[in-house]
């Protein structure tokens, strides 16, 4: 009898450690990519700025935006880019080329926004980063990586922010937020580290995981590299 209720006790953490690890196969959702807004982005370094000059002859300049902030530009030289929208931007390069250019017109496009990201960890479906191009809250940031997954903790989910005074840590209410309070549905900024952490439960069937399988990461390794072996 003590064998078989040892057995019993068992079986449930198993099962569920083979839940865990046939979720963790699983193809991650495709998440929508925020929505970039020209007008409220704040241009910084390293960011990648496009810049077109128009009419003919066409100019295109793909600059980076250098730790002071400025980026340089033919014909006018150094522009202020640091702290300013594309919009703002161009409007500046456009007026400084007049001079040399009848009817100019200038675009300013963000190529990659390196400056100002957000980085979501844990239990989401596709943890990683994302640029911060607009005005963005934790549960919009938590839909762009394809949400929490079933073993999400959403009562403990963090907003860790690093700034020159220290590091705060934020908690988030989920609860409250689906109830209408969005107190804690905080206005992200850039190097903000949302971490979503997983379930007691969840927890505990991740180190039944590691001990049932603990070879598993490295058979993943080895079929990826005997299949390109394989491949023509």
């Known amino acids: 009898m003590g064998l078989r209720a040892h057995v019993l006790g068992f079986r449930a953490p198993t099962v569920f450690a083979i839940a865990l690890l046939a ?36 100019v295109t300049e793909t600059v980076i935006v250098r730790p002071d902030g400025r980026i340089t530009i033919q014909l006018i030289g150094e522009v202020e880019a640091g702290g300013r929208t594309p919009d703002q931007i161009a409007a500046e390069i456009e007026e400084r080329i007049g001079r040399y250019k009848r009817g100019a017109r ?40 394809g949400g929490p997954t079933n073993f999400a903790s959403i009562g403990n989910i963090r907003v860790i922010r690093t700034s020159t005074s220290g590091t705060e840590v934020r908690p988030v209410d989920f609860a409250a937020i689906r109830r209408g309070d969005l107190t804690t549905n905080v206005a992200l900024e850039g190097g903000d580290i949302i971490w979503v952490p997983p379930t007691l439960l969840a927890r505990i069937g991740y180190v039944i995981q590691q001990i049932l399988f603990p070879f598993q990461p490295l058979i993943g390794v080895a079929q990826s590299t005997a299949g390109t072996m394989i491949a023509p």
């Open 23 to 58: 979720s963790a196969c699983t193809s991650p959702i495709p998440r929508p990519e925020p929505a970039f807004d020209p007008g409220a982005y704040k241009v910084g370094a390293p960011d990648q700025l496009i810049v077109t000059i128009l009419p003919d002859p066409i």
């Open 106 to 145: 200038a675009t300013v496009a963000v190529g990659r926004a390196e400056s100002s990201a957000v980085t979501v960890l844990g239990e989401v479906r596709s943890p990683g980063r994302f640029a911060l191009t607009k005005t963005t809250r934790v549960t919009e940031a938590l839909g762009f990586m």
